[in-house]
């Protein structure tokens, strides 16, 4: 059975155990576009006050990869480039990711990541993702 797209991002939401941890939540999801926000707390910053990038980082795979499933197959990320662009220190930030690309076996996107509040672009990437099984929405 295939799940519904909210279903697919309630499941993400409650089981990617490493999402919840950096207090990211993926809140749209659907063939074309996922998109994917977290609140900034004390706990993501790092020792400079900002952001770790590694919250970006796996706020952009998270994103990507909830789009990436939309179709109801299993992916793994095989290749990524992310670049930072800016710092933040609070406020919400949201990831969006699109396709770009959706084959067989490999599929590409984009990610960006932005500030809530000022809409100041934070973080931009591609990624790449290897198809580990055929599903029903193909």
């Not at 993400?12 to 998109?35: A, C, G, P, W």
């Amino acid at each position: 059975m295939t799940m519904t797209f909210e279903q697919q991002m309630e499941f993400t939401n409650e089981h990617n155990t490493f999402m919840r941890k950096n207090r990211i939540r993926i809140t749209s999801v659907d063939l074309q576009r996922s998109r994917a926000e977290a609140v900034v707390t004390r706990e993501l910053l790092n020792l400079g006050g900002s952001v770790h990038g590694g919250v970006y980082f796996t706020m952009a795979d998270a994103c990507c990869g909830a789009l990436a499933r939309a179709d109801g197959r299993s992916y793994v990320t095989t290749d990524t480039s992310l670049r930072f662009l800016k710092a933040a220190d609070a406020g919400t930030l949201q990831a969006e990711a699109c396709v770009l690309k959706r084959g067989r076996t490999l599929s590409f996107f984009r990610v960006c990541i932005r500030q809530k509040e000022s809409e100041a672009l934070l973080a931009e990437g591609a990624f790449t993702f290897f198809c580990t099984s055929q599903g029903e929405r193909e």
